[in-house]
């Protein structure tokens, strides 16, 4: 099993429509929680970062955490084809100082 | 530096040879984390460094692979007796120890490594 599960996609969605993507995590002691963008050939950037239940709104983004679900959730409001890339989903476990990834969700925004 | 730095950006290299792939962490970042991703692939982890020791370096394909850090700056990974399957871009990123807020992997501009 692995330590963060993501659904490699390709999720596509409409321009201007709300682009949901879930990650789960193995690992109760994970503490941090990062969602990081990458456009293909580029290395990629933090967009998110949650390390409490509930939600978390920046601009057009929303992460939420689900400790006792073990889940971890990124959207997308208002999607551009811009925000076309891959979203990987990151957690950090106190213990070990490592960050575990996904491998990530393609997101395909279509004008 | 302001940024992860890696180098060299591209390189060319055939088989059977040895290459060294740098990277610079932000200054005052502990730890230090050598990952692979090969074309429409995920990152694959290869080695963390926390200071100047390797608390995890389970991703190391092989022994052919080896990496050192110095002086809590400066990582060199070293990949001996390069094979094709080495081809991939090679991310290095570094982050401050801990899990709180500003705890976040920086990562650099790769090492794209091209083995013919």
């Known amino acids: 099993q692995k330590e963060v599960e993501q659904n490699s996609g390709p999720l596509s969605v409409p321009e201007g429509a709300i682009a949901s993507l879930n990650c789960t995590y193995s690992?109760?002691?994970?503490?941090?929680f990062f969602w990081y963008r990458q456009y293909s050939g580029k290395s990629p950037e933090l967009i998110m970062f949650i390390y409490s239940n509930g939600d978390k709104e920046d601009g057009r983004f929303t992460a939420q955490l689900n400790k006792a679900s073990q889940y971890v959730s990124l959207l997308i409001r208002d999607s551009q084809p811009s925000d076309s890339a891959t979203y990987l989903c990151?957690?950090?476990?106190?213990?070990?100082?490592?960050?575990?990834f996904g491998s990530g969700t393609k997101l395909n925004v279509k004008p | 530096g302001a940024g992860v730095s890696q180098s060299p950006s591209n390189k060319v290299t055939e088989k059977g040879k040895d290459v060294e792939l740098r990277c610079d962490p932000i200054?005052?970042?502990?730890?230090l984390y050598w990952y692979r991703q090969s074309l429409g692939q995920g990152l694959e982890f290869l080695i963390y460094f926390q200071g100047n020791s390797a608390p995890d370096k389970s991703g190391l394909p092989s022994d052919r692979f080896s990496a050192e850090r110095t002086g809590g700056s400066v990582s060199t990974l070293t990949i001996q007796r390069t094979q094709q399957e080495d081809s991939a871009v090679y991310l290095c990123?570094?982050?401050?120890?801990?899990?709180?807020?500003?705890?976040?992997?920086?990562f650099g501009q790769g090492t794209r490594l091209t083995v013919v």
């Open positions: 200054s005052g970042h502990t730890a």
């Open positions: 690992d109760r002691g994970s503490q941090s």
């Open positions: 990123a570094s982050s401050l120890t801990g899990v709180g807020r500003n705890t976040e992997a920086f």
């Open positions: 990151a957690v950090k476990v106190g213990n070990f100082n490592k960050f575990y």
